[in-house]
């Protein structure tokens, strides 16, 4: 019977008050999906803090174990597609948000949310990448499916001292473009070019001109987390022909804009979802990190390691915008 119990971290309501500890649960208390995996390692990402933090728009019913992300070992397939000891990553879909997640030292999945790790990363690099990464990596992959090359000029990452910012940085310039971070700490400035960044803006710098429909146009390209007003500014200051992958409203979900950069420039606003993508479609981009896309800069985008006991602690700091890159989290 003790092989069927783990640690996990449980999100309880209380007195109208959300707090997460550290408890022992049972394989048999998880769903009834068709893989069991032994997590080793997740990540902390914003929305684990969300619904750490009750937020209903994340997670429904609670108790519950957040984590979106989680890396480990299949023990047991029904399905048969998976063997037994065949290392995994799940990101998405319903993990961590309705279902059980990565803050579990069991989960149980659909067959349909797993991949095998790919070739080229340890189970451990796949964590620091997680859900950001693969944001990153579809953001990168959309502007370069739509023709952005190094020789168009600058790229512009907001928001890119965050996970999904500063994996990009190092993405972009990696592949030879100049990449211009946008972000509202002026600390982390050298960080941002030790990752890759030529140059940094304050986000101060695309407040002027917020009432007019076009500005003097510079970025060849950008990656948007931020949403709201600033991609706005993005939009506005976008060249001719250039394009935008957005994937985040940290800024807000309202878009005050005119529809002059899009028919006058020719500028592309490129939606990007890295929740729901297909498998084939994750797959893909996981290999492409595995092999052509290997971050040299990864071990400088992780920020910290924690275990599950320390993890809660760092909630209110990411909700605040105070923790930069990524964070691991040791599970098993």
């Not at 989680?70 to 948000?97: F, H, K, N, Q």
């Not at 309705?98 to 095998?116: K, N």
């Not at 500028?267 to 996981?286: F, H, N, T």
């Amino acid at each position: 019977m003790a092989d069927h119990l783990f640690r996990a971290l449980q999100t309880c309501e209380q007195d109208g008050r959300y707090r997460t500890n550290l408890v022992q649960r049972n394989v048999n208390e998880l769903p009834e999906h068709d893989v069991l995996v032994d997590v080793h390692w997740s990540s902390l990402n914003y929305k684990d803090a969300l619904s750490a933090s009750g937020n209903k728009g994340v997670t429904r019913h609670y108790p519950h174990t957040p984590g979106i992300d989680a890396a480990g070992v299949v023990l047991s397939d029904r399905s048969g597609r998976l063997a037994p000891g065949t290392e995994v990553i799940i990101t998405g879909y319903d993990l961590g948000m309705g279902t059980a997640g990565g803050y579990g030292e069991r989960i149980a999945v659909p067959g349909q949310w797993v991949l095998p790790c790919p070739a080229g990363l340890a189970l451990q690099d796949t964590m620091v990448l997680g859900t950001a990464g693969l944001t990153a990596g579809l953001c990168v992959r959309a502007l370069l499916q739509a023709g952005l090359t190094p020789e168009q000029g600058d790229v512009l990452v907001t928001g890119a001292s965050g996970g999904v910012g500063s994996i990009a940085v190092a993405l972009l310039a990696q592949l030879g473009f100049r990449v211009v971070a946008m972000t509202g700490k002026t600390l982390a400035h050298d960080w941002l070019r030790s990752l890759g960044a030529a140059e940094c803006l304050d986000r101060s710098e695309l407040e002027a001109g917020q009432d007019k429909p076009m500005l003097a146009p510079r970025w060849a390209g950008a990656v948007d987390v931020v949403g709201g007003q600033v991609l706005a500014q993005v939009i506005k200051t976008t060249r001719y022909g250039g394009a935008i992958a957005c994937c985040g409203l940290t800024g807000g979900a309202e878009l005050p804009l005119t529809v002059f950069p899009f028919i006058l420039r020719n500028v592309r606003l490129l939606g990007v979802d890295s929740v729901e993508q297909p498998l084939a479609e994750k797959a893909a981009i996981w290999d492409l990190f595995g092999g052509p896309w290997k971050l040299e800069a990864l071990p400088a985008i992780c920020s910290g390691i924690y275990s599950l006991d320390e993890l809660p602690e760092q909630f209110d700091d990411i909700l605040a915008g105070r923790i930069r890159g990524r964070v691991l989290v040791k599970v098993g």
